[in-house]
C-alpha cells in the first residue's frame, strides 16, 4: 500500500522520524515522506531532517508563511497535485499544525484514507489555531493514533467507533529517547557546548513563541519583565522563534535579552537569547535544566518522560496527563505565579512523577503493526 506521511512544521518532525523508521522496515508499505515548506529556515527545518535521520522528502511543497487561510490553501492546492499524480491509498498526518488539516482536507476528499497521529487531544480552548486544527482533522480521521488515554475518551465520548482508536503511546518520546541513546558531545555544537560549560549551577531552559504570549505588547512585556526578574536569580536560555525574535524588537523589548557568551567565562545569570536551536543542541541543554519554561506542545512531554519539571506559560493544556503525573504546571501568563513557582521548582521542592503508560519508545512500532492489521497483513 502506499502511504503518504505528512509533515510541514518543526513539531511535525520529531513525530515523522520513528514512524518512518518503523514503517521502512515493513514490507506493507511504500512510504513517501511530503514536506509542506511550512517550515523552511534551516533552524526550524532542514537541521531537523539531518539530525533525527530522516531521509529526504519525496515531495517540498515550499509553501512558507502567510495567514492562515493563504497558508493552508497552498498546502492544499500544492497536496493535491501530487496526490492526483502518485494516488495514495492512506495518507498520515501527525499534530495539530496547519498542514496538519489542509493535507488531510485533501486526502478525504481523494478517497484516500486518513490516519492522523496524536489524534483526540484538546485544549477546550477555540482561540488557539491548533484547537481548530485538532478538531477539524479528527472529524474527518478514519484511523486515530492517540499518546494518551485521555485523548481516546475525548474521542469515544463525540461518537468516533472505538474499534478505529488505537492507544499506542507517543511517537515523540519514541523520537526522544533514540536521539538520547545517540547524544554524544561530538554532535552538539560548539557554542552550546560552550555556553553549558560556562554555566556552573542550575538553569533555566526558555521556549515561548505562542501568540497569546508574544503578539500582544503588553503581555509579551510582562513575561519578559517576569522571566528577566528569574533571570537575576539563574541563566534562562531562550532559543527564540522567529515570530518571537521579531515580535521582541518590533515592540522595542530587545532590552531584556542577553548574549550567550561566546568565549566561555563564567555566567550566573541573564535572559540569555540565542536563534532556535537544532534538536540535538537544545536537548543537550534542557535535558540537565533544573526546570523547563515553556508554551510548547511536545516540550511539555518530552520534560514528563525525563521527569523535569515543566511550568507550561499557557492557560491550560491539550496534554492534561503530563499535569496528572506531576510533572507540569500550567500558570498561563500570570507572571508572579511564574516568578514563585519557578523558585519553587529551583529550591527542589517538585513532587516526583512517573512517566505516562506506553511512553516506552515503541509507539511507532506499534502504528506500524496497526496498519498493517489494516492492511490484512
Ligand atoms: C506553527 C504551528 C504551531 C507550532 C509552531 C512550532 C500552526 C497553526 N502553528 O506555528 O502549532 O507550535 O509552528 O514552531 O500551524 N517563520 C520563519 N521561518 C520559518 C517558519 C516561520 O521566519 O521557517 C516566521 C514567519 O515570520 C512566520 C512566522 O514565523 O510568519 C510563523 O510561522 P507559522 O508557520 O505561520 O506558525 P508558527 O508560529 O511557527
Not at 180 to 191: F, I, K, T
Not at 228 to 235: F, I, S
Request: aromatic content about 6%; proline content about 5%; glycine content about 10%.
Amino acid at each position: 500500500k502506499k502511504i503518504f506521511v505528512v509533515a510541514g512544521a518543526r513539531p511535525n518532525f520529531m513525530k515523522i522520524a520513528p514512524i518512518v523508521r518503523a514503517m521502512d522496515a515493513s514490507p506493507a508499505f511504500e512510504t513517501v515522506i511530503v514536506h509542506t515548506g511550512q517550515h523552511y529556515d534551516h533552524n526550524m527545518s532542514g537541521s531537523f531532517f539531518a539530525e533525527l535521520g530522516i531521509r529526504r522528502p519525496d515531495h517540498n511543497l515550499e509553501v512558507g508563511s502567510g495567514t492562515h487561510a493563504f497558508q493552508t490553501a497552498s498546502v492544499m492546492m500544492k497536496f493535491e497535485e501530487i496526490c492526483l499524480t502518485d494516488r495514495p491509498d492512506y495518507v498520515m498526518v501527525v499534530g495539530d499544525v496547519n498542514s496538519t488539516i489542509a493535507a488531510g482536507l485533501v486526502a478525504k476528499k481523494l478517497g484516500a484514507s486518513l490516519i492522523h497521529v496524536e489524534a483526540g487531544l484538546r485544549s477546550g480552548d477555540r482561540l488557539m489555531p491548533e484547537e481548530i486544527n485538532r478538531l477539524a482533522t479528527d472529524a474527518i480521521t478514519d484511523i486515530f493514533f492517540t499518546t494518551e488515554k485521555g485523548a481516546t475518551a475525548n474521542l469515544v465520548s463525540t461518537g468516533c467507533d472505538p474499534g478505529r482508536v488505537h492507544f499506542v503511546g507517543n511517537v515523540m518520546i519514541d523520537n526522544l529517547f533514540y536521539q538520547l541513546g545517540r547524544l554524544e558531545a561530538s554532535a552538539v555544537s560548539g557554542e552550546v557546548a560552550t555556553l553549558k560549560q560556562s554555566i556552573r549551577g542550575n538553569y533555566i531552559c526558555l521556549t515561548m513563541h505562542r501568540p497569546s504570549n508574544v503578539d500582544n505588547p503588553e503581555v509579551l512585556e510582562a513575561m519578559l519583565a517576569a522571566l528577566g526578574d528569574l533571570a537575576g536569580e539563574v541563566p534562562v536560555i531562550f532559543p527564540c522563534h522567529p515570530r518571537s525574535r521579531k515580535n521582541i524588537t518590533r515592540f522595542g523589548l530587545d532590552g531584556y535579552l542577553s548574549e550567550p557568551p561566546i568565549n566561555g567565562g563564567t555566567v550566573k545569570e541573564g535572559l540569555l537569547c540565542m536563534p532556535p536551536l537544532g534538536y540535538n543542541d537544545f536537548l543537550y541543554l534542557w535535558k540537565d535544566a533544573a526546570l523547563v519554561i515553556t508554551d510548547s506542545g511536545g516540550l511539555q512531554e518530552e520534560t514528563t518522560a525525563l521527569e523535569i519539571p515543566c511550568i507550561t506559560i499557557r492557560e491550560n493544556t491539550e496534554r492534561p496527563v503530563t499535569v496528572e503525573v506531576g510533572s507540569n504546571l500550567i500558570v498561563g501568563s500570570d507572571g508572579e505565579r511564574l516568578k514563585a513557582e519557578s523558585l519553587k521548582a529551583l529550591s527542589g521542592r517538585w513532587k516526583p512523577c512517573t512517566v505516562p503508560e506506553l511512553w516506552d519508545g515503541h509507539a511507532g512500532e506499534r502504528i506500524t503493526s496497526v496498519l498493517e492489521g489494516a492492511c490484512g497483513i
